[in-house]
């Protein structure tokens, strides 16, 4: 089964089926936990599957794949393969971090250089002046009394 499983997943990423892609190649490595082809398989496919979706949660899934793969005693090639797939992500990652820190600091650069807001509602500034000289007369003459 672990042999379909994986030819269909190489087939059905190839044809663009992001997702069976993943169902397939994440059903191979919980058949056989040291198949690390099948590691290197499901992580390449959910680098491509947040290149289509953008969704962040694919490139944790795939530096998790990595993680478990390198865990499981590869060869070179195959350590090769998972660390240049577990340096994209991080790329990606970094990146991604790069463009929300650009994006904030745009923002609070808009919000320094935007026209101040008018007054808050509230009084107008000459009569509340007024009410204050009003009070303070008014506290004076208490202590006349």
Not at 42 to 53: D, G, I, P, R, V
Not at 110 to 137: K, N
């Amino acid at each position: 089964m672990g042999n379909f499983d994986f030819e269909a997943g190489k087939r059905f990423r190839k044809e663009g089926e992001i997702v069976d892609a993943l169902r397939c190649f994440k059903s191979v490595v919980d058949a056989d936990r040291d198949f690390v082809d099948g590691y290197i398989e499901l992580a390449t496919t959910y680098l491509l599957a947040f290149e289509e979706s953008g969704d962040p949660l694919c490139l944790d899934s795939c530096r998790n794949v990595c993680l478990a793969g390198l865990r499981r005693e590869p060869d070179e090639e195959q350590r090769h393969q998972l660390l240049h797939v577990q340096s994209s992500v991080e790329d990606l990652l970094l990146e991604s971090q790069k463009a929300e820190m650009d994006a904030m600091t745009d923002a609070m650069s808009d919000a320094e250089t935007s026209p101040a807001p008018l007054a808050a509602p509230g009084l107008d500034p000459d009569l509340e002046d007024e009410l204050e000289r009003i009070a303070e007369d008014s506290s004076d003459g208490e202590r006349g009394h």
